[in-house]
């Protein structure tokens, strides 16, 4: 079993900067692939970025490419969404996600609480 929470999110305006911490406890999170889904209101929850198990390689939505940055630490069992040139459309709970494959795939194993992320124009 691995738990996953979230911190970091909150109120910033468009054009700002937040960045996300994901604190993985349990089973060490070395062993997981690990990423970001999110969810905004009234829409399907979507992938937005992951990190192989040894951070070897990272994949990202085609939406935050060039603006977000996956990146972990496995001795501190944590992993790190730093979000910048935030637009409004970015507003949405942020979702941890630990998969067990070698990469994140779209049913990870396990799930965060979620971080809220609001945008403001």
């Known amino acids: 079993q691995v738990q996953l929470v979230e911190s970091g999110g909150g109120l910033v305006q468009a054009g700002g900067s937040l960045r996300l911490s994901c604190a993985a406890s349990g089973r060490t999170a070395s062993l997981y692939a690990m990423g970001w889904f999110r969810q905004a209101p009234g829409k399907e929850r979507e992938f937005v970025a992951a990190i192989t198990r040894g951070g070897t390689s990272t994949d990202y939505a085609d939406s935050v490419k060039g603006r977000f940055t996956v990146s972990r630490l496995n001795m501190k069992n944590t ?8 637009k409004p ?16 795939t779209a049913t990870p194993n396990y799930w965060g609480q979620g971080t809220q992320v609001t945008v403001s124009s």
């Open 89 to 104: 459309e970015d507003t949405a709970v942020y979702y941890c996600v630990a998969d067990a494959a070698y990469q994140v």
């Open 79 to 86: 992993v790190y969404l730093q979000m910048n040139t935030l």
